[in-house]
């Protein structure tokens, strides 16, 4: 089961109590966890072969509306979205190096639904092992910005440009690469279908319930080669004259641009797109 279908049910428990509230924000907490995963995969940098630092240290911006609505529950959302990236960078085998913290804030200059996620690397005293964390809450005090009391050893030094301080993100709908990636670099693309990952390492990958498709689908509702994604700058997503078509991101269309987190819904399957440099 993926990580994000695990974090949807655990806070199904919530919906009917205390967080009946959230689910009417135009925000909705499962996108923000889609945005904490595509943060980490873009600012991971490699220290050695085994060892792979992504951020610890979260702040999730909010337009008024949605802040007002989500801040009375921010202490167990940030619990919850803390536990996601936990389980996330144990799946990746990404390391921290302290405590894993989620914070919300509200930003005057974001319209409500859009929200931007900013994030740092906040060293502990204690080291982390690949894919753990402690506890959120744990290590570093005074929250967001305070200066860990010492940082451990490194393995080898950061990569040149590598930025200290905290690293904004742009606004959610319109995702690009981090500031610390490195120009021409190659574009890693893949799919997310149910938890399962299916990497894109052809030009055209077709999708389709036939047994002759690239990637298989087992839903009645998608024809046997449906649609498919071209690989390009940008990549997009071609119906093959359907029956039932393709929707894009809440758009029914035969052919649409495919951004890092696109969600294409075929028959009632949906197929998250990601991408990513390095």
Known sequence: MGVLKRFEQRLEGLVNGTFAKVFKSEVQPVEIAGALQ???????????????????????????????????YSGQLGDELSGLVRDYAKQQRYTFMGPIKVHLEKADDLDTGLYRVRSRTLASSTSQSP??????????????????????????????????????????????????????????????INGTRHQISRPTLVLGRSTDADVRIDDPGVSRRHCEIRTGTPSTIQDLGSTNG?????????????????????GSTTIVYRQAEG
């Open 131 to 192: 894919g753990g964390g402690a506890p959120a809450g744990a290590g570093a005090r005074g929250g967001y910005g305070y200066p860990p009391a010492a940082a451990p050893p490194m393995p080898a030094a950061p990569p040149p440009g590598m930025p200290a301080g905290p690293r904004p993100g742009p606004v959610t709908g319109q995702r690009m690469p981090g500031p610390g990636a490195m120009p021409n670099a190659q574009v890693r693309r893949w799919i997310e």
């Open 38 to 72: 595509r943060e980490c995969d873009n600012n991971a940098t490699i220290w050695n072969r085994e060892r792979t630092v992504v951020p610890n240290d979260f702040i999730v911006e909010l337009s008024a509306p949605d802040f007002e609505r989500l801040s009375p």
């Open 246 to 266: 393709i929707v894009v991101d809440g758009q029914h269309t035969t052919r649409a641009t495919l951004r890092d987190g696109s969600r294409i819904v075929v």
